[in-house]
């Protein structure tokens, strides 16, 4: 009997503010240790946390973006637990009055083997705000940890998912959407390096029919190779485990990239072991449906609503996706078109076709391309009206690629434009009819495979440049007879 898989994932995103949840000082990467550890982050004596307003906007912003309820209360909460990066003994977040709630997320499961690629939509438990705690630093001390508390205050959304997913593709599918739609709304620069985007992942396993299984807690995943590395021997591990009679423990544990293993860091806590209770210092906090309403006004077209508008507009469901894997490429397709209108399927060939595949090379992301949309869209306007042949647009963007430039200049200027001229085409043709004889003989006895022969000599002998479409007419017509 097959094992079934449960996994639900808590993400932790922190949000893009200049100052801490709670306090003025500065959430930027990179300072001096303990430089950005304020009072308020440490709750010194004689301090009183502010809430910044710009965390609760972004959190219903994602609210809104999911179809979540947005709670008109929520409050805030102490969470107390002893770690030596936290130094206030609790850490302010929120436990049975969450801000958001109850949502949902659409996700594109790839294909697996036999298994085609399909949609699934992962239930939203909650998403509540929280501070974060500091870092401890292990491996520049010998002996010894560090302690860095510049951290300590950061504003984060923890987003927690209902175990809807039933596989490690699916928990990475889910994660890319979430990792996708925090930075297309503005709320997470989703920096998985600078722990911007980290993901748990809750996984159990039971036989189909049967009670949810004891779950174990993946802590503090940072990719999604290693989000899908650490289920799946997590899982295999779960698995073996039961089959050899023995059973599973609730615990939190760590994947170890090095060995592909997950182990122990502690047995998992329940809710009731935190001794929540609501933090005196912060009031309530009350959200207006105006404020919500000011909020919506911000928000930009949502991924899954340009999917479905590129597709109406004749693209295929994996291009759509392709082109919305991230608001950048959204706007680079969107900006290239406008420079093209009415080419639509070219535009989009060429973005996930040419300028992708010099992206991958050079190891750039969009955002960094050194073509823009607008000079791409020059080049599809060129094959569009038939100036430049494709070859002949591959070599332009080549060019503008390595050297940037007009592509109406670098036509000019390289000899690049397409021969549309029927004399000339005509002339090209009758004297490699002239020197083929045998073969336009073979031709007309029935090899029609030949065609692509003189197709081939022909864009030879006008190096590259003939109409294509008048080239081939005009050889249809000569070879005929």
């Known amino acids: ?24 000082a500065s959430t930027a990467f990179g300072a001096e240790p303990n430089t950005q550890a304020d009072a308020v982050s440490l709750a010194l004596p004689g301090v009183l946390p502010v809430l910044n307003k710009g965390a609760v906007e972004r959190a219903i912003k994602f609210g809104l973006a999911t ?20 130094p206030k003994g609790y850490q302010i977040s929120q436990m049975d009055l969450p801000v958001v709630g109850q949502g949902q997320l659409t996700i594109q499961v790839p294909a697996q083997g036999k298994q085609p690629a399909y949609e699934k939509v992962v239930r939203l438990t909650r998403a509540h705000l929280e501070e974060d705690a500091g870092k401890s630093l292990h491996e520049d001390f010998h002996g010894m940890s560090g302690i860095d508390l510049n951290r300590a205050g950061t504003p984060l959304l923890e987003i927690v998912s209902e175990p809807d997913m039933r596989s490690a593709a699916e928990a990475v599918a ?23 985007f980290r993901c748990d992942a809750n996984v159990s396993v039971h036989k189909p029919g049967t009670p949810f299984g004891t779950r174990r807690e993946i802590k ?86 340009k999917q479905a508008r590129y597709q109406e507009q004749g693209l295929s469901a994996y291009d759509a996706s392709v082109l919305t894997s991230s608001r950048a490429m959204a706007d680079f397709f969107e900006a290239a078109l406008a420079e093209a209108p009415g080419q639509t399927k070219m535009c989009a060939n060429w973005i996930i076709g040419e300028v992708s595949a010099q992206l991958n090379r050079d190891n750039l992301d969009i955002a960094q391309c050194p073509i823009t949309a607008s000079q791409l869209g020059g080049i599809l306007k060129r094959i569009a009206d038939g100036t430049v042949s494709n ?19 670098i036509i000019e200027a390289k000899g690049l434009k397409q021969v549309s001229d029927s004399g000339a ?3 090209i043709v009758d004297e490699i009819i002239a020197a083929n004889t045998d073969k336009v003989a073979e031709y007309r006895s029935g090899k029609d495979k030949l065609f692509g022969f003189f197709v081939g000599l022909a864009m030879k002998a006008s190096k590259g440049q003939a109409n294509p479409a008048q080239l081939n007419e005009v050889l249809k017509k000569k070879l005929a007879g």
């Open 174 to 196: 889910y994660a890319k959407a979430l990792h996708t739609l925090v930075q297309w709304i503005g709320i997470c620069d989703g920096n998985m390096q600078e722990g911007s």
């Open 67 to 86: 179809g979540a309820h947005i709670a008109p209360r929520s409050v805030f909460a102490r969470k107390n637990y002893f770690y030596p990066d936290l």
């Open 425 to 427: 085409i005509e002339k």
């Open 1 to 24: 009997m097959q094992w079934e898989i449960v996994i639900g994932l808590e993400v932790h995103a922190q949000l893009s503010t200049n100052s801490k949840i709670f306090s003025g």
């Open 220 to 305: 503090n995943l940072n990719s999604f190779r290693f989000l899908e590395q650490a289920i799946n021997y997590e899982v295999q591990h779960q698995i073996a485990t039961l089959e050899d009679g023995g059973s599973i423990q609730q615990a939190t544990v760590l994947f170890d990239p090095d060995t592909g293993e997950t182990r122990v860091m502690r047995t998992k806590e329940d809710a009731h072991d935190y001794r929540y209770f609501p933090d005196p210092d912060l009031l309530p906090l009350e959200i207006s449906e105006e404020w919500k309403q000011q909020v919506a006004a911000t928000l930009p077209e949502l991924p899954h609503t």
């Open 391 to 409: 070859s002949g647009a591959k070599e332009v963007f080549r060019i503008m690629w390595a050297e940037g430039g007009d592509a109406d200049a």
